[in-house]
């Protein structure tokens, strides 16, 4: 547990503390970029950062079912399960799972729209039985659920400096471009568990489908046709990363190098995937971790000027001044 994290963020009772120390947990564990870019968002913002992020891991985990021992449909009831307990908590400030009960606190504190909640469980409920997406206008619409409305949320924790709907586009294509990202990372792992998130028709337009995929991941061997296939899809995410980087100016001066900080990062996993030749059926490529510490280490510098130039930190646009008050 961080105490430093939730003292700044006035979060004192011992449930909440908790409830907010298992997000953060989560975080650590399963998203290394991010949670190293969340290290250096201000230290009050962190911990509303941890419960969006621990409570989209725990529907994920549940979808994904990596022990894979459960059947689809225990899955779906887990998820709806869930899904009830969230409704729940963003009514009374409660929840059955700790992670419910932290998101429930930071929609209430930075006045969240719950609609984008149901639209994310949405989209992980259609991971239960859809396995692939025959255009690009198709897996955007699944992304909307699934990506784009991570970056919404986000946005009244972080702060902006002009109006939000201004921001809300290039937030979403953000939450859009780092999903991509991993999609093309993880196509190996994504096909052991039955899906392929890249369009179907991207790929066969270089002759591609799901047995020269399978073939290859059980091979080993790497097609010239994968190649081509999947240098293509980093070429349309990296012009998702362009729709998505005029938004970072956008944000409150304080927060900006945390994002910048991932969106570096990130971008950097396609670097790595190209320097690797796309060989992403057979291993995952990965950020080395002396480019990580300088990419942190700029950050920093970034912070700090930050703060000179702006002063102590101040709430975000938009954000509750109190803590858990009203939710008890």
Known sequence: ???????????????????????????????????????????????????????????????????????????????????????????????????????????????????????????????????????????????????????????PVLGTVVPREEAAPHAASLGVAFQLTNFLRDVGEDLDRGRVYLPADLLAAHAVDRPLLEWSRRTGRHDPRLRAAFAEADTVIRAVYREAEPGIAMLEPRVRPCIRTAFVLYRGILDAVAADDYRVLHRRAVVPRHRRAATAAGGLVRILGARLRTGPSAPAQGAATGAEGSLR
């Open 1 to 155: 547990m961080n105490h430093r994290e939730l003292d700044a963020a006035g979060i004192t009772a011992p449930a909440l503390r908790a409830a907010y120390a298992r997000c953060r947990r989560l975080n650590a564990r399963h998203g290394r970029t991010y949670f190293l870019a969340t290290r250096l968002l201000p230290v009050e913002r962190r911990c509303a950062v941890h419960a969006l992020y621990g409570f989209a891991r725990w529907a994920d985990d549940i979808v994904d079912d990596l022990d894979r021992r459960l059947l689809p449909e225990e899955r779906d009831r887990l998820l709806r399960l869930l899904e009830s307990d969230l409704a729940h908590g963003l009514r009374t400030g409660g929840g059955d799972e700790p992670v419910v009960r932290a998101v429930a606190h930071t929609a209430a504190r930075y006045a969240i729209d719950h609609g984008l909640f149901a639209d994310f469980l949405a989209s992980m409920r259609s991971d239960l039985t859809v396995t692939e997406y025959p255009t690009y206008a198709d897996l955007r619409g699944y992304m909307h659920g699934s990506a784009a409305v991570i970056g919404l949320q986000m946005l």
